[in-house]
């Protein structure tokens, strides 16, 4: 199976941390994964406890298995936002299932769990979202 391309310098580094963040303040309460408008698509998630679908997008997180929930979650996704304002905590749970889908799809190694699509905006759409995060300095080095 094709994996996705390998970020590399800064991008790993901002993605790790993002991650590191994620895992800290998520507390699987599920409502980004009942506000998203993608899951009535998947006959994978139906019926599927929200917060065991997060818990396994977390395992992912953390470079483990995940789940088949959380593999077809990541699969699901088509970024359309709803879950950011769902969350309680800031989470941003967009950024969770993003980073979710390139452990799944092998793009910071390992082996991809998840076919992946053509996608050659990938990393335009990741830069522009570091844009928003990290520093002048840091982005300085890393353009
Ligand atoms: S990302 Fe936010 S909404 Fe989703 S489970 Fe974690 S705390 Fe809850």
Redesign the pocket.
């Known amino acids: 199976m094709p994996r996705q391309p390998m970020p590399t310098g800064a991008m790993q580094e901002f993605i790790r941390k993002e991650a590191e963040r994620?895992l800290a303040?998520?507390?699987?309460?599920?409502?980004?994964?009942e506000a998203c408008p993608m899951t009535r698509y998947s006959p994978q998630l139906t019926g599927a406890k929200?917060e065991s679908v997060?818990t396994g997008i977390l395992e992912l997180l953390r470079r483990e298995q995940g789940t088949p929930e959380a593999l077809a979650w990541t699969s699901a996704c088509v970024r359309s936002g709803s879950?950011v304002p769902?969350?309680?905590?800031d989470?941003n749970?967009k950024m969770?299932v993003r980073i979710a889908r390139m452990v799944a799809a092998g793009g910071l190694g390992g082996a991809p769990r998840i076919p992946i699509r053509d996608d050659r905006d990938y990393f335009d759409r990741i830069r522009a979202f570091a844009r928003l995060q990290l520093t002048e300095e840091e982005l300085k080095d890393w353009m």
Do not use: H
Request: proline letters at 15%.
């Open positions: 994620i303040a998520c507390t699987k309460c599920g409502k980004c994964f929200p997060v879950c769902a969350c309680p905590d989470v749970p969770m």
